[in-house]
């Protein structure tokens, strides 16, 4: 049972950063895997990042490695996203999403999700 809130979307400039926030509201969410997904329109549903429930283990797509940095406070029940040096084509609504311990990288593998938030890059 795990309740999550993105926030943090916004209207960028190509070459800006952004911080995305992914709050929760479950008590044992600090047992919870959290991950990133963006979808464009017209497009499928794409993987960005994801963090076990420790911190420790980490994964990025390829498309955003060295750009974006994925983070986590347990003692605030909050996962964040760093993005820097945004492009255009990152343009898209971004969810987390939360799974029990181990990090995935198939949005199918996640129990929980977020309602998203845009994030605009322009040229």
């Known amino acids: 049972q795990v309740q999550l809130v993105e926030s943090g979307g916004g209207l960028v400039q190509a070459g800006g950063s952004l911080r995305l926030s992914c709050a929760a509201s479950?008590?044992?969410?600090?047992?919870?895997?959290v991950g990133w997904f963006r979808q464009a329109p017209g497009k499928e549903r794409e993987f960005v990042t994801a963090i076990n429930w420790t911190g420790v283990r980490t994964y990025y797509s390829d498309s955003v490695k060295g750009r974006f940095t994925i983070s986590r406070d347990n003692a605030k029940n909050t996962v964040y996203l760093q993005m820097n040096s945004l492009k255009p084509e990152d343009t898209a609504v971004y969810y987390c999403?939360?799974?029990?311990?181990?990090?995935?990288?198939?949005?199918?593998?996640?129990?929980?999700w977020g309602q998203g938030t845009q994030v605009t890059v322009s040229s």
């Open positions: 479950g008590r044992t969410f600090s047992t919870y895997a």
């Open positions: 999403a939360a799974r029990m311990r181990i990090a995935a990288m198939t949005a199918d593998d996640y129990d929980y």
